[in-house]
C-alpha cells in the first residue's frame, strides 16, 4: 500500500521559490508525478519521474522553472520551484503510478499561493 504526504507549501512572491516535498511511504518502483489543480480549472500534470530510473518529464508551462527529484533512500520526491509566477497558483497535489500512467495514489495536496 503507497501513502503519500506532501508538505512545503505556502505564499510566496512572484518570482520566488519554494520546494514541496512528498513522503512516499511504500512505493519501491513506478512513477512520482506533482499535478496541480487551481480554482475552476481541470487538474494538470505538472511533472513527473521514473522512481527507479530518475528519468523526468515536465510539463511545457514549468519546463526550465520547475526541478523533479527523488531522494531513493528517504521515500520522498520534490519538486524544486523556482521564478514562479501568479499563474502558478493552485493546490499541488503528488500522485504514484504503479502500472503505466495510472495514478491510483494521492496526496491530499498542499497550496501554493503566488502573489504579484
Known amino acids: 500500500q503507497v501513502q503519500l504526504v506532501e508538505s512545503g507549501g505556502g505564499l510566496v512572491q512572484a518570482g520566488g521559490s519554494l520546494r514541496l516535498s512528498c513522503a512516499a511511504s511504500?512505493?519501491?518502483?513506478?512513477?512520482l508525478a506533482w499535478f496541480r489543480q487551481a480554482p475552476g480549472k481541470e487538474r494538470e500534470f505538472v511533472a513527473g519521474i521514473y522512481w527507479n530510473r530518475g528519468i523526468a518529464s515536465y510539463a511545457d508551462s514549468v519546463t526550465g522553472r520547475f526541478t523533479i527529484s527523488r531522494d531513493y533512500r528517504k521515500n520522498t520526491g520534490y519538486l524544486q520551484m523556482n521564478s514562479l509566477k501568479p499563474e502558478d497558483t493552485a493546490v499541488y497535489l503528488c500522485?504514484?503510478?504503479?502500472?503505466?500512467?495510472?495514478?491510483?495514489?494521492w496526496g491530499q495536496g498542499t497550496q501554493v499561493t503566488v502573489s504579484s
Open positions: 500522485a504514484a503510478a504503479i502500472v503505466g500512467d495510472n495514478y491510483d495514489y
Open positions: 511504500g512505493l519501491t518502483s513506478g512513477k
